[in-house]
């Protein structure tokens, strides 16, 4: 069975006048459509022998809408704000959510110059820490900072809330 493509040109009562692709023009009848035929359709033609089945062509390459799907589920944990209600006190955390081990490394080398803060997305908290590199406070507060974190609980991702 052969398949051509077509367009109707026009339409005398029963006789629908078809030009195919090799710009031949074939008169059908209209019972030999599989739908209401109408001028500027874009059909196609089954050729089986003698016999043809006319159908509307449906272009299934062009959009029939926007289908976005974007999954963020692994996406800039580091950029989220979160709340964590597994607090013992009862009271809800709220913060970025950040990995636990890069925070506590971050804080324990990087904490004179703020490198912690950087990564909680704290940046004018990083760059009092930059401007007071040169007495050791940055340095304690980002020890403390680190062991505070080390005793918080983690998410099954390694996360932690921290703010």
């Known amino acids: 069975m052969a398949k051509r493509m077509g367009r109707i040109i026009k339409i005398n009562g029963d006789e629908i006048t078809v ?16 739908f209401d035929p109408r001028i500027d359709d874009q059909v196609e033609i089954h ?17 029939q809408g926007i ?9 800039n ?22 990995n636990k081990l890069v925070y506590i490394l971050l804080a324990i080398f990087l904490g004179c110059i703020g490198g912690h803060k950087f990564y909680e997305g704290k940046v004018k908290s990083g760059f009092l ?7 050791i406070v940055p340095t304690l507060i980002g020890w403390y900072e680190a062991l505070k974190a080390a005793f918080k609980p983690a998410d099954s ?3 932690i809330v921290v703010g």
């Open 19 to 34: 030009t195919r692709n090799d710009d031949t023009i074939i008169r059908f009848d209209r019972e030999l459509f599989t």
């Open 47 to 63: 050729e089986d022998g003698s016999e043809y089945i006319i159908s509307k062509f449906v272009d299934t390459s062009a959009a």
């Open 67 to 75: 289908n976005i799907n974007i999954d963020n589920a692994n996406n």
């Open 77 to 98: 944990f580091q950029h989220q704000n979160m709340t964590n209600t597994n607090n013992l006190n009862g009271f809800a955390d709220t913060g970025r959510k950040v």
């Open 129 to 135: 820490y930059l401007v007071f590199s040169w007495t």
């Open 157 to 159: 991702n390694g996360m």
